[in-house]
């Protein structure tokens, strides 16, 4: 189910990439060609998280789609794919419907004289709307998956409730009446190292 919705997730937000490369470009060839180079870009930071360090390897991370299936294939639901996923889709989407408005506006009727300029201060009109609702947008995507980002949660889709801890476990931790420090020799090629990553990020408290 997890691995269902992250392709769900992931597909929507490629396909409403792809509606906006096609209403940006003038044919199909020049919209495919803009198309595959954004989700290749996308996909080649994702990637890129390996060998950066710091906040900047958290932002790689959180844009790579590799990491959000990695995530979803072992059964884990974050809510800042969800809401990476959705608001990228609504962008696009909302940046195709100004380029087919704007489309439209530039190729208004002609004429002469007062028609004219009326037409043309029209036109000048609805670009700058276009272009001011496009800037808001993209900073309210910015703010809303920079609030996912520091705010989230991680639901636990396996049948075994592989990564919940156990009430045994919690009743322990509770119980602790000082800090434990845990030391872990782990080095960034193992298998392990992103997910202990994530607890460390987190200040899971276990």
């Known amino acids: 189910a997890a691995s269902y919705a992250g392709v ?6 490629y396909i409403a990439v792809g509606l906006l490369m ?6 199909q060839v020049v919209a495919a060609t803009l198309t595959f180079l954004v989700l290749g870009l996308l996909f080649a930071g994702g990637i ?3 060998i950066s360090e ?3 390897r958290d932002v790689l991370s959180h844009l790579s789609i590799w990491t959000h299936m990695q995530d979803y294939s072992k059964g884990i639901v ?8 959705a608001s990228i889709t609504a962008l696009a989407l909302f940046g195709a419907t100004r380029a087919l408005e704007w489309r439209r506006i530039s190729g208004g009727p002609s004429g002469r004289g007062e028609a004219l300029d009326a037409a043309a201060s029209a036109r000048s009109k609805g670009r700058f709307h276009s272009f001011i609702g496009l800037i808001l947008s993209v900073w309210i995507v910015l703010m809303v998956n920079f609030l996912a980002f520091r705010h989230y949660e991680r ?10 801890l ?29 997910d202990v990553r994530e607890l460390q990020i987190g200040r899971a408290s276990c």
Do not use: K
Request: charged share 25%; glycine share 8%; net charge negative.
């Open 8 to 13: 769900m997730g992931i597909g929507a937000f």
């Open 54 to 56: 710091g906040p900047t």
């Open 48 to 50: 890129m998280q390996y």
């Open 22 to 27: 096609s209403a940006l470009a003038p044919n």
């Open 166 to 194: 156990s009430d045994r476990t919690l009743q322990v931790v509770q119980g602790l009446d000082r800090d434990v420090e845990i030391v872990l020799l782990l080095s960034d090629g193992e298998e392990q190292f992103d």
């Open 155 to 164: 639901w636990d889709w396996t049948t075994e409730s592989r990564y919940t």
């Open 78 to 85: 974050d809510s800042r794919t969800l809401v990476f996923d």
